[in-house]
C-alpha cells in the first residue's frame, strides 16, 4: 500500500501533492493508498476526503468502529484496472 505524507503542508501544495501521487498510483495499478494528513484542524484530511469523493475511480473505506486506526490518516481504495492492463496501454 502507498503511503502519502501531506501533514504539515500548506493546503494548495498539500493537493497538488495527493492530486500528484493518487495518479502515479492509479498508473501504477495500486489498489490501496493510506492519505496521512495529520490531526490538527482537519482542514487536509477535509481536502483529501472532498477530493476522494470527486474523482469516480476512489473510493473511502469504510473503518471498522472496532478496530482503532490511526485517526490521523484515510484509507482509499483505487477503482481501477490490473497493472497487466494499464502496461499494455502504456506500450
Request: glycine share 6%; hydrophobic share 40%; aromatic share 8%.
Amino acid at each position: 500500500m502507498r503511503t502519502i505524507y501531506i501533514r504539515k503542508m500548506r493546503f494548495e501544495e498539500a493537493k497538488l501533492k495527493l492530486e500528484r501521487e493518487i495518479n502515479d498510483a492509479f498508473m501504477e495499478g495500486e489498489s490501496y493508498v493510506e492519505i496521512v494528513h495529520g490531526i490538527g484542524e482537519g482542514i487536509l484530511k477535509r481536502m483529501a476526503v472532498d477530493y476522494v469523493e470527486s474523482c469516480d475511480f476512489l473510493k473511502l473505506l469504510d473503518r471498522d468502529p472496532m478496530f482503532r486506526g490511526n485517526p490521523g490518516a484515510t484509507q482509499v481504495e483505487i477503482l481501477a484496472p490490473s497493472k497487466e492492463y494499464i502496461n499494455r496501454l502504456k506500450k
